[in-house]
């Protein structure tokens, strides 16, 4: 739902006169503004953030939230600025000071201990680290059982160090800020405006809170609230996990036991995928192979075939492998080099020729039989077969095939 | 003084009336889908002469924190328009944000089952044996590892603001997870929160994020578009998906505390990561002003792997500006020409 025009003009009022007070605070010169209630400020700031957060588009709110709080907390510490003008000291003066005091009053609050850890967004206008705080803002917890209760007690006292280290390094920006005013203000230079103060402050904050960031103490205490935070969400769920099982419903560490079958289900799945696609490829390799032999022999028996000047069947050629033949001349021109036969040394390879056998595809296309025959004609007492050189051959010839 | 008064005025109005921004700014189409992404494919915009569009696909990975449309918030300063622009056939792995039972998914799930998926679906779309990767921030960590992993499926690799050496004296990130027991918060949350996620990024940060920003905002509510942008870029910054458990367990454990990838000791599932299996040509893009990846950690890729084609690009920028600022419309030209050059 987006606004009506009805409901913007009903905004204008609200927002001119918060405007004007915003733009007119910017000149820092004491006494050349008007006075300024802040309590006016609050009241009107509340109202016109009531609503425009009941009318604001849903997916808008949370920006409009975060502008607002930004605006409000903006505009609270001009008028804390404002103030200081009023009253005869120096407007850049109230709103460090005013800036000191919020860090000044906040680690204090951390330092006694307070129940929540009493993070107060007003000088940032929303808070950073609201995640961090929604564990101990829930209603309730006081009946939780004891060792949650000090699991709860470990996560404050962790998360309030690190949110005390977090504040005094709030506090060391805003003196470091004051030094670089007072720095300019002995060059004769001052700020000008409400806004470049605040952006001055916030990039002497970033500065000093960057280089806070890489120290070691930094590590240990953000590892300690998180670790804390962590024993704490395990102490609940394992709370719940009693409950869930004293009333007989399945609990998380059911749910978890199956998704991690589940997981395991899909990788297994992914496995025996990846063992499939490769089982098919060496199949089809293998068919491919298959094919190049079987043109290969196709075309040598047709060869041998048309050498004889008539009809001749595959085995018939192969029997008559020492027919002179214009096959074979024309063979004679394409010899493999059978010697990559394992057990084929350059005697037998003289003695292949003589049998008619010149290529790898001539040997793959033996028939078991035939090798037999071959064996006995070599008298390679039972190589040809127990050192498989047609399969041998067929290999080689399939990447030779390949490789034309 | 009223002028002024005026235009905020009308700017919160605006701000009342505008709606939701459009995700992404330009159109799409979700061509393959696995268990844990989309993959999306951008039809060319401008007319491009038909021999000028890149045969071999352009698949970008994006990381499995926030959401990927912040590559293309706006189409006058679209990373993606960028690309298509120069004539790339662009593909974005779109990751699905994990429910509950994903909590056990780990990163050789992510690598080598979806992202390796998608890669293979292309190979076959295009009718091509490999095609270029291009890795934004954690995604390029993943496609450096499938990179390694499946070197023969890669042409080209370009990484963006990629993290290496995690251990650079400068990176506040990883120092913030040093002493964090990564398996006792993925036990106690299984999935890890994305607005966990958010506010460890915003932490680093807090007081430009946490406020400035927003106080910015007020001054340009009067102008629509900058306001559409500041909109669009808060929706995206909001848009912070959960993380699957086992996957950011092992991420920050083998790579933010082990410095895996420096020290040569990742594994993906059973596989290890070993960067000198990279030889294809690799183009490194990081930001000098990033200050979740420090230009330390991506220049320390260089001499890592066995590429003897490798070219860096410094840009000033930050970690998103290197995407979104008008000056950074200049880099997808600089990616097209350089994927051309090696076709």
Redesign the interface.
């Known amino acids: 739902m987006?606004?009506s025009d009805d409901?913007?003009k009903g905004?204008?009022a609200a927002?001119?006169r918060y405007?004007?007070m915003a733009?007119?605070m910017s000149p820092l010169k004491p006494g050349s503004v008007p006075k300024l209630e802040i309590p006016a400020v609050e009241e009107k700031f509340g109202q016109w953030e009531a609503m425009?957060e009941s009318?604001?588009?849903s997916?808008?709110q949370?920006?409009?939230r975060?502008?607002m709080?930004?605006?409000r907390?903006?505009l609270n510490l001009a008028a804390q600025a404002q103030q200081a003008g009023q009253e005869g000291s120096s407007p850049v003066d109230g709103w460090v000071t005013a800036m000191e005091k919020h860090f000044g009053d906040w680690r204090a609050q951390l330092e006694r201990g307070a129940g929540s850890l009493g993070l107060d967004p007003s000088?940032?206008?929303?808070?950073?680290?609201?995640?961090?705080q929604q564990l101990l803002d829930g209603k309730g917890t006081e009946q939780l059982p004891a060792p949650l209760s000090n699991l709860i007690q470990n996560y404050q006292n962790q998360a309030r160090e690190f949110f005390k280290a977090f504040s005094t390094q709030g506090q060391e920006a805003v003196e470091t800020l004051r030094k670089n005013l007072n720095q300019m203000a002995e060059k004769g230079q001052g700020v000008q405006s409400v806004?470049e103060l605040?952006?001055m402050?916030?990039g002497t904050?970033?500065q000093v809170?960057?280089r806070f960031?890489?120290t070691d103490q930094?590590?240990?205490l953000?590892?300690?609230m998180?670790?804390a935070?962590?024993?704490l969400?395990?102490g609940i769920?394992g709370f719940m996990e009693q409950q869930y099982r004293a009333a007989n419903l399945p609990t998380?560490g059911d749910?978890?036991g199956?998704?991690?079958k589940?997981?395991e289900l899909?990788?297994e799945n992914?496995s025996l995928n990846d063992q499939l696609s490769r089982l098919n490829s060496a199949l089809q390799q293998v068919q491919n192979e298959l094919e190049a032999l079987r043109a290969n022999n196709k075309a040598a028996v047709e060869a041998v075939a048309a050498g004889a000047a008539k009809p001749v069947q595959q085995e018939k050629a192969l029997e008559q492998p020492t027919g002179k033949t214009a096959g074979k001349a024309e063979q004679s021109e394409k010899k493999d080099d059978l010697g990559q036969i394992h057990g084929v040394g350059p005697k037998t390879i003289e003695r292949l020729w003589d049998a008619g056998i010149q290529t790898f595809e001539q040997l793959a296309a033996l028939s078991p039989e035939q090798a037999v025959a071959l064996d006995h004609s070599l008298d390679a007492k039972g190589r040809v077969i127990r050192e498989d050189w047609v399969g041998q051959a067929a290999r080689l010839a399939a990447s030779t095939s390949r490789l034309v | 003084m009223a002028q002024f008064t005026e235009q905020l005025t009308a700017g919160l109005a605006r701000l009342g009336r505008a709606q939701e921004p459009e995700s992404w700014a330009t159109p799409f189409e979700v061509v393959y889908q696995t268990g844990l992404c989309r993959l999306l494919y951008f039809p060319a915009q401008a007319p491009v002469a038909a021999t000028a569009t890149s045969a071999v696909p352009l698949l970008i990975v994006y990381a499995l924190v926030n959401r990927p449309y912040m590559l293309d918030l706006q189409s006058e300063r679209s990373f993606v328009r960028g690309l298509l622009d120069a004539g790339q056939a662009v593909y974005l792995i779109d990751w699905v944000s994990p429910c509950r039972s994903d909590r056990y998914v780990g990163l050789e799930d992510y690598i080598l089952g979806d992202i390796h998926d998608c890669v293979m679906w292309l190979c076959d779309c295009h009718q091509v044996p490999v095609l270029n990767l291009l890795g934004v921030c954690q995604g390029g960590v993943f496609s450096l590892c499938y990179a390694a992993l499946k070197p023969e499926r890669v042409r080209n690799l370009v990484l963006m603001v990629t993290p290496v050496d995690f251990h650079t004296p400068d990176n506040a990130l990883s120092r913030a997870f040093q002493q964090v027991d990564v398996d006792r918060l993925v036990a106690a949350w299984g999935n890890i929160p994305g607005e966990l996620l958010k506010q460890v990024f915003q932490g680093l940060k807090p007081f430009r994020l946490g406020s400035e920003k927003y106080i910015d905002a007020l001054g340009v509510l009067h102008k629509d578009a900058t306001l559409q942008n500041f909109l669009r870029m808060e929706q995206w910054i909001g848009d912070s998906p959960d993380l699957a458990g086992e996957a950011f367990r092992q991420f920050v454990r083998d790579f933010f505390q082990a410095n895996g990838l420096v020290r040569g000791s990742v594994f993906i599932g059973d596989q290890p990561v070993v960067l000198q299996h990279v030889t294809c040509p690799i183009f490194n893009i990081y930001g000098l002003q990033d200050h979740l990846v420090p230009p330390d950690a991506s220049r320390a890729l260089a001499g890592l792997t066995a590429s003897t084609d490798y070219t860096e690009l410094a840009f000033d920028a930050g970690h998103i500006g290197i995407y979104v600022s008008r000056k950074a419309q200049s880099i997808p030209p600089l990616i097209g020409s350089w994927l051309d050059g090696r076709q």
């Open positions: 987006a606004w409901f913007i905004l204008t927002q001119q405007w004007e733009t007119e425009m009318m604001t588009p997916p808008l949370s920006v409009t975060q502008v709080g930004a605006g907390a903006y000088a940032l206008g929303s808070n950073p680290f609201a995640f961090w806004n605040y952006k402050w916030v904050s970033e809170f960057g960031a890489l930094y590590q240990s953000y590892g300690n998180v670790n935070m962590s024993e969400r395990t769920n998380r749910l978890d199956l998704a991690r589940q997981q899909v990788r992914r």
